[in-house]
């Protein structure tokens, strides 16, 4: 809906009154002027007198009182502004809010990541705020045991998760922060004062592995079954969150593979993390259901895909 400075489209009637006579009167209360509350509505003067005089009709009493030298509003008019401001304001956000909603910028961005939001990508929920303030945006953490549940449930509308995604129903969108694997070890474990591991090494000690709901494949990623030359890796317990598995490398009951955001925000005074070669980098995914794809999901993608690589 056009504000009081804009042109206003085609008229539309609330009651007896017209929406462009109000118009007309808000921008005239403003600049108590006609030529300039004209040139605000791209209107001429003329049309200006008649769109008040319009209104004043329908009310049947005068709003503003207009000599050569000056332009003021009545009383009548005065208390007319102080209940017309707030009844208006209100139409036009209930318009707005409805034209938001039909082109799908409205409500929340519901965002799930799992792990650690690092790396820029708070900078970015707040580029995109400050670009969309309306968007309001929500933040949720994933279990580590769940990461797609959050999308098949509409939980959140678009998720940060450790990739890959193999999902049907999911539309994987920007990829970002690939970063080396780590081991995380107890500091009594062999390990914990080597400068490095061969992804080799990791068939010397048991895995922590990640509990269901998550897919096997994924379950098979994050914690693999087998070295990259086919020798077994044994098998430790499986977490259904992080803090479960950093508790069980600290006792020393498995190691687990974390990717490097991970290591820098969880440091512990009894878990180190060394680096592994000959695995693949680990990666971030940003994954939104096919079927919800919104006009603030298609937004924030983009805000992703500019700012990070």
Same mark, same amino acid.
């Given at each position: ?24 009167? %808000?921008?005239?209360?403003? !600049? ?8 605000? &509505? ?25 000599? @050569? ?8 008019? !005065? ?6 401001? $707030? ?18 910028? @409205? ?9 650690? *939001? ?15 303030? +309306? ?6 953490? %994933? $279990? ?6 959050? &999308?098949?449930?509409?939980?959140? /509308?678009?998720? *940060? ?5 193999? +999902?049907?129903?999911?539309? &994987? ?6 970063? $080396?694997?780590? %081991? ?5 474990? $062999? ?52 803090? +479960?598995? %950093? @508790? &069980? ?20 005074? /009894?878990?180190?993390? *060394? ?11 940003? *994954? ?13 993608? /983009? ?7």
């Amino acid at each position: 809906m056009a504000g009081p400075g804009t042109t206003g489209g085609q008229r539309a009637a609330v009651g007896t009154v017209e929406i462009r006579e109000l118009e007309c009167f %808000l921008v005239l209360a403003e !600049e108590l002027h006609f030529g300039r509350t004209g040139e605000r &509505l791209y209107v001429s003067q003329s049309r200006v007198s008649q769109l008040i005089r319009s209104l004043e009709q329908r009310i049947g009493a005068r709003l503003v009182d207009r000599t @050569s030298r000056r332009v003021r509003l009545t009383r009548l008019g !005065e208390d007319f502004l102080t209940a017309l401001r $707030p009844a208006y304001t209100a139409l036009r956000d209930t318009v707005d809010n409805a034209r938001a909603a039909a082109s799908g910028l @409205s409500g929340p961005l519901r965002i799930g990541f799992q792990g650690v *939001v690092g790396y820029g990508f708070m900078d970015v929920i707040g580029e995109f705020e400050d670009r969309f303030p +309306e968007s309001a945006t929500r933040i949720a953490e %994933l $279990p580590l045991s769940d990461p797609f549940g959050p &999308l098949h449930r509409d939980e959140v /509308d678009i998720a *940060v998760v450790l990739l890959p995604v193999a +999902e049907p129903a999911l539309v &994987l969108g920007p990829v970002f922060s690939r970063q $080396p694997q780590y %081991l995380a070890v107890s500091r009594r474990h $062999p390990f914990a004062d080597r400068t490095g591991l061969d992804a080799e090494d990791l068939a010397t000690a048991p895995l922590v592995g990640i509990a269901a709901p998550a897919p096997d494949y994924w379950r098979e990623a994050q914690a693999p079954t087998r070295t990259p030359s086919g020798t077994p890796i044994p098998q430790g317990p499986e977490v259904s969150t992080l803090q +479960e598995g %950093l @508790s &069980l490398v600290a006792a020393n009951r498995g190691v687990m593979l974390l990717c490097h955001p991970t290591t820098e925000h969880h440091q512990r005074r /009894d878990v180190a993390y *060394v680096s592994v070669t000959g695995l693949p980098d680990s990666a971030l995914g940003l *994954v939104w259901r096919g079927g919800r794809e919104t006009a603030w999901v298609r937004a924030f993608a /983009d805000a992703v895909a500019d700012a990070l690589d």
